[in-house]
């Protein structure tokens, strides 16, 4: 193998040495055997006889620092990495052979060797670390941080295996998001020179940010970690915001926390959407809103909510309109729904949950249409384990409602069984209500007219009830008023117009099966009792 790489450096050399004679600078003299001749300053080796070398050393080993830069140099690149001096193809020759002694490095050498006048060979190159530095600092790296891109460096069985990997590349991306590692120093030193920050070797991130139409930057991805900062940031400035909710519902809901929505972009994008200029959202919008921007993170789907400033304005319009207890959650100084200190887009969604129809609930409809179908914001049926039921004005079916109280509420299927039953009683109740009032009019008024016909004076006998005696004549033409019938009769009819309020207002829930529990109470206790209320027992019948 050795005698075989030494034989295509002897081609190569005589190679370069036709391109002495046709191809550099007309020379008489052999500048790559003797370079230091005077006549030899301004000579330079042909780009097509260079290429054909880098190829080869980068077939034989590809993972060397020197052959990722070519990598880079030759990619569809941004124009301030391309037409780098560092990008020359004799220095790139350079950078590979001054690494590793190989043998298509052997004319290299030879022109560039001590005394050597040629002015090529001083070309600035790129410090880059050797390629046995390079894969020490990403082993060294690898066994502290285990990152990810260190599994790119490995064979099945775990053990590190420089060969598999770009070790340049898995070592810019290592040092890029912990570029303090003692190990990065080289990394920091490449990094530091005048421009090369905006290199991919410095992280790709910083020249996406700066440049996103780049062929280059379609596969980049924000880091999860900066991704994670950026929602924290700007959650802890304005909690309110529906894209802050969205990502604690994310957290907080395990039925939704699978969504596609909650993915840490996709939470990041619906806030910056929502608040493009907020401090956390520079990332995001340097990426995502720049014309032309081929990052393909940034289609990532994200649930389209309603805007903050949006969101607070249709709670004051909804609340201004019509009271819901839902408007006392965002107090404000004129009033309830007028405040903002509130996790809006859940107040907004419930009070359309109760009034979907309200013309400021457009929003949430078009939200609800996302695939959220089933999330507590848009479905009822998933607030029955602690949310509130909706108050819907109109005839529905649900076994989730609320009924007279605030702590009656039936979340479950039996017992909205069982406050059905309550309901049919209420209204057999009323009716047995009825006829015990009936009853009691027909007693008091044979007692009035007992009175009437007998006075008390002579009822006892020549002894005067003067309780029962009226202080003036007209008793005889108005109905007197007697403590022990005018009083009971007063307490019942109240007992009975409350009653029958809270009946109507069960009616009132406009749930059918509450409703229909109304008149079925009253179908049944007049079938029970209804016969008594015009019965008059004949005369004499029990004496």
């Given at each position: 193998?050795?005698?075989?790489?030494?034989?295509?450096?002897?081609?190569?050399?005589?190679?370069?040495?036709?391109?002495?004679?046709?191809?550099?600078?007309?020379?008489?003299?052999?500048?790559?055997?003797?370079?230091?001749?005077?006549?030899?300053?301004?000579?330079?080796?042909?780009?097509?006889?260079?290429?054909?070398?880098?190829?080869?050393?980068?077939?034989?080993?590809?993972?060397?620092?020197?052959?990722?830069?070519?990598?880079?140099?030759?990619?569809?690149?941004?124009?301030?990495?391309?037409?780098?001096?560092?990008?020359?193809r004799?220095?790139?020759?350079?950078?590979?052979?001054?690494?590793?002694?190989?043998?298509?490095?052997?004319a290299?050498?030879?022109?560039?060797?001590?005394?050597?006048?040629?002015?090529?060979?001083?070309?600035?190159?790129?410090?880059?670390?050797?390629t046995?530095?390079?894969?020490?600092?990403?082993?060294?790296?690898?066994?502290?941080?285990?990152?990810?891109?260190?599994?790119?460096?490995?064979?099945?069985?775990?053990?590190?295996?420089?060969?598999?990997?770009?070790?340049?590349?898995?070592?810019?991306?290592?040092?890029?998001?912990?570029?303090?590692?003692?190990?990065?120093?080289?990394?920091?030193?490449?990094?530091?020179?005048?421009?090369?920050?905006?290199?991919?070797?410095?992280?790709?991130?910083?020249?996406?940010?700066?440049?996103?139409?780049?062929?280059?930057c379609?596969?980049?991805?924000?880091?999860?970690?900066?991704?994670?900062?950026?929602?924290?940031?700007?959650?802890?400035?304005?909690?309110?915001?529906?894209?802050?909710t969205?990502n604690?519902?994310?957290?907080?809901?395990?039925?939704?926390?699978?969504?596609?929505?909650?993915?840490?972009?996709?939470?990041?994008?619906?806030?910056?959407?929502?608040?493009?200029?907020?401090?956390?959202?520079?990332?995001?919008?340097?990426?995502?809103?720049?014309?032309?921007?081929?990052?393909?993170?940034?289609?990532?789907?994200?649930?389209?909510?309603?805007?903050t400033?949006?969101?607070?304005?249709?709670?004051?319009?909804?609340?201004?309109?019509?009271?819901?207890?839902?408007?006392?959650?965002?107090?404000?100084?004129?009033?309830?729904?007028?405040?903002?200190?509130?996790s809006?887009?859940?107040?907004?969604?419930?009070?359309?949950?109760?009034?979907?129809?309200?013309?400021?609930?457009?929003?949430?409809?078009?939200?609800?249409?996302?695939?959220?179908?089933s999330?507590?914001?848009?479905?009822?049926?998933?607030?029955?384990?602690?949310?509130?039921?909706?108050?819907?004005?109109?005839?529905?079916?649900?076994?989730?409602?609320?009924?007279?109280?605030?702590?009656?509420?039936?979340?479950?299927?039996?017992?909205?069984?069982?406050?059905?039953?309550?309901?049919?009683?209420?209204?057999?109740?009323?009716?047995?209500?009825?006829?015990?009032?009936?009853?009691?009019?027909?007693?008091?008024?044979e007692?009035?007219?007992?009175?009437?016909?007998?006075?008390?004076?002579?009822?006892?006998?020549?002894?005067?009830?003067?309780?029962?005696?009226?202080?003036?004549?007209?008793?005889?033409?108005?109905?007197?008023?007697?403590?022990?019938?005018?009083?009971?009769?007063?307490?019942?009819?109240?007992?009975?117009?409350?009653?029958?309020?809270?009946?109507?207002?069960?009616?009132?829930?406009?749930?059918?099966?509450?409703?229909?529990?109304?008149?079925?109470?009253?179908?049944?206790?007049?079938?029970?009792?209804?016969?008594?209320?015009?019965?008059?027992?004949?005369?004499?019948c029990?004496?």
């Amino acid at each position: 193998m050795l005698h075989s790489t030494r034989s295509l450096g002897v081609v190569a050399l005589f190679g370069l040495f036709v391109v002495a004679t046709f191809g550099g600078v007309a020379s008489a003299v052999d500048c790559i055997s003797t370079p230091s001749d005077p006549s030899c300053t301004t000579f330079t080796i042909d780009t097509s006889e260079i290429n054909p070398n880098i190829t080869a050393l980068c077939d034989m080993m590809p993972n060397m620092p020197g052959c990722t830069l070519n990598t880079i140099c030759s990619a569809a690149g941004p124009s301030f990495v391309t037409t780098s001096a560092y990008c020359a193809r004799f220095v790139i020759l350079k950078t590979l052979c001054d690494d590793m002694e190989m043998g298509y490095c052997d004319a290299y050498r030879s022109m560039c060797r001590a005394g050597s006048v040629v002015a090529q060979c001083n070309s600035t190159m790129l410090p880059l670390p050797s390629t046995d530095s390079t894969s020490t600092y990403v082993e060294n790296l690898c066994n502290t941080l285990n990152a990810t891109e260190c599994n790119l460096c490995k064979d099945n069985s775990g053990r590190f295996v420089p060969a598999n990997c770009d070790l340049l590349a898995v070592y810019s991306d290592l040092c890029a998001f912990s570029p303090n590692m003692p190990e990065c120093q080289s990394w920091r030193g490449i990094c530091d020179l005048n421009g090369l920050n905006r290199w991919p070797l410095c992280g790709a991130q910083v020249s996406c940010w700066d440049d996103p139409t780049q062929a280059y930057c379609a596969n980049y991805t924000i880091p999860s970690a900066e991704i994670e900062s950026s929602i924290t940031t700007l959650c802890n400035a304005m909690p309110n915001m529906p894209g802050c909710t969205l990502n604690q519902e994310c957290k907080d809901d395990a039925t939704v926390s699978d969504s596609p929505y909650c993915a840490r972009f996709a939470v990041l994008k619906t806030i910056c959407t929502d608040m493009p200029r907020m401090r956390g959202c520079g990332n995001y919008t340097s990426l995502c809103t720049t014309s032309g921007s081929v990052v393909k993170q940034c289609s990532t789907d994200a649930l389209s909510l309603p805007g903050t400033s949006n969101t607070a304005s249709l709670i004051k319009s909804i609340c201004a309109e019509m009271y819901m207890s839902a408007c006392e959650r965002c107090p404000g100084k004129n009033g309830p729904g007028t405040g903002t200190n509130c996790s809006l887009i859940t107040v907004y969604s419930d009070l359309c949950l109760d009034m979907p129809k309200m013309t400021q609930c457009a929003a949430w409809t078009s939200m609800c249409t996302q695939n959220i179908s089933s999330w507590p914001w848009c479905n009822e049926e998933a607030l029955r384990s602690s949310g509130e039921p909706p108050m819907k004005m109109y005839f529905h079916v649900s076994t989730f409602d609320r009924i007279l109280f605030e702590t009656w509420v039936t979340r479950t299927p039996l017992s909205f069984a069982g406050s059905w039953f309550i309901c049919f009683l209420s209204a057999v109740l009323y009716e047995v209500m009825k006829l015990v009032r009936k009853k009691m009019e027909e007693k008091w008024e044979e007692k009035i007219e007992d009175i009437r016909l007998n006075p008390p004076e002579e009822q006892m006998n020549g002894v005067v009830n003067e309780s029962l005696v009226p202080k003036k004549k007209s008793w005889y033409h108005f109905p007197p008023f007697v403590a022990s019938i005018d009083v009971p009769r007063s307490l019942m009819q109240s007992l009975e117009m409350t009653w029958s309020l809270m009946v109507m207002l069960i009616a009132m829930t406009f749930n059918v099966a509450l409703f229909m529990a109304i008149p079925a109470g009253t179908l049944v206790g007049t079938l029970l009792v209804g016969r008594f209320l015009g019965y008059k027992a004949p005369s004499g019948c029990c004496s």
